[in-house]
């Protein structure tokens, strides 16, 4: 019902960084997100949540991100972005995002969390 898209992925170099785009669409409905997520997954290791936007624009980090990754709202509707800075190889891993919220179709609500299929991130010389 609602599509959660990924995409900025790729290979960086070490201190490095990159953006990442999220963008939650609908069709036949309506969608008003009240949180977008950001997760990563190294491999051999559980998903991690690295990062939040609520609908308000309010932000909040995991420790092991904080002070180099931002998140921001997109101009367009239900579209964030996750600014990477200062990248280390211990940041290569899959990144999620997931847009939490209230789904309408013929006034009927649909609360969920719906996933992206995640996008690849590489930090390595």
């Known amino acids: 019902q609602v599509q959660v898209v990924e995409s900025g992925g790729g290979l960086v170099e070490p201190g490095g960084s990159l953006r990442l785009s999220c963008a939650a669409s609908v069709s036949e409905s309506t969608f008003n997100f009240n949180t977008m997520e950001w997760y990563r997954q190294a491999p051999g290791k559980q998903r991690e949540l690295i990062g939040t936007?609520?609908?308000?624009?309010?932000?909040n980090f995991a420790d092991s991100v904080k002070g180099r990754f931002t998140i921001s709202r997109g101009n367009a509707k239900n579209t964030v972005y996750l600014q990477m800075n200062r990248l280390k190889p211990e940041d290569t891993a899959v990144y999620y995002c997931?847009?939490?919220?209230?789904?309408?179709?013929?006034?009927?609500?649909?609360?969920?969390?719906?996933w992206g299929q995640g996008t690849q991130v590489t930090v390595a010389s």
């Open positions: 936007i609520s609908s308000s624009g309010s932000t």
């Open positions: 997931a847009a939490e919220g209230i789904a309408w179709r013929d006034s009927t609500p649909t609360a969920g969390r719906w």
